[in-house]
């Protein structure tokens, strides 16, 4: 938008258009969300689930919206459905990975099965792991340069109660960025992790509007939850070239809640 005088500011983000970018878990909240405003600046999407139905509806909102956007079937916990997910893209080189696919659960440690644990870990963890490698090894066979935006949690950074797998995940998700980032700045890969504080979605509004979810806000300095779009410019940021200097970076988005006082 022009400024007082009249000039047109630039858009920081604006070679992002034209770009290709995989989104994993791109069939409902932050991932669904995620496509729709990097689509809104020209880019690519690639969208990724276990189930092409679920994402036929978004593919078809963002083509309709002038967009461009192709569906690939993907578990992020099968190293051999990852490859032949991340082969089926159609636009070209992958430019980008936002690394969101993840489960939650809410289940005191010593009630947790092996199996629960194992999941979530698989998921959020080891399956951030198979589907960075393989875009990595893409980005490199094709010259290197890229971009990884692996979605962490402030869980990765404190501790919360009953959420013990799914912190532990974060965590190592946080880690893990920091081993990329190191290991790949060489090929021109930049790895940053945005860790959202607690961000209102479809799935998890009941409970942030239950007196739970009242006990919880009074926590938070800013006394809000984090709605989606508040995660839009830091994601921007890590994707272009406006944070060309950094890499291996943890961006809490989350109202000042790691500050809240212990």
């Not at 993907?74 to 690394?99: K, P, T, W």
């Not at 209102?200 to 800013?222: C, K, M, W, Y």
Request: hydrophobic share 50%; proline share 4%.
């Amino acid at each position: 938008m022009p400024d007082e005088r009249g000039l047109q500011a630039p858009n920081p983000f604006a070679d992002l258009a034209g770009k290709v970018v995989l989104v994993t878990g791109a069939s409902s909240g932050l991932g669904r969300h995620f496509a729709r405003v990097l689509a809104g600046h020209g880019v690519h999407i690639a969208v990724a689930a276990r189930r092409l139905t679920l994402l036929e509806p978004l593919v078809e909102e963002i083509r309709m919206a002038g967009g461009e956007a192709e569906p690939v079937a993907m578990d992020v916990r099968d190293i051999a459905r990852v490859r032949e997910g991340i082969a089926q893209v159609l636009f070209g080189a992958i430019d980008g990975l936002v690394n969101n696919a993840g489960i939650a659960r809410t289940q005191p440690l010593l009630e947790e099965t092996p199996e629960a644990w194992a999941e979530t870990i698989d998921t959020n963890l080891t399956g951030a792991r198979h589907v960075a490698c393989e875009v990595a090894r893409v980005m490199i066979a094709a010259g290197g340069d890229g971009a990884i935006v692996n979605v962490a949690s402030i869980l990765g950074l404190r501790q919360g109660g009953q959420v013990g797998s799914y912190a532990t995940s974060k965590a190592g998700l946080i880690q893990l960025t920091r081993q990329m980032a190191l290991e790949w700045a060489r090929h021109g890969i930049r790895v940053n992790a945005l860790a959202p504080g607690y961000i209102e979605t479809d799935l998890n509004r009941d409970f942030l509007a239950s007196e739970a979810g009242a006990a919880l806000v009074r926590r938070i300095p800013q006394r809000r939850f984090g709605r989606m779009q508040d995660l839009d410019a830091v994601l921007l940021l890590l994707l272009s070239s406006a944070s060309a200097y950094m890499t291996g970076a943890v961006i809490p988005v989350d109202g000042g809640h790691l500050l809240s006082a212990l």
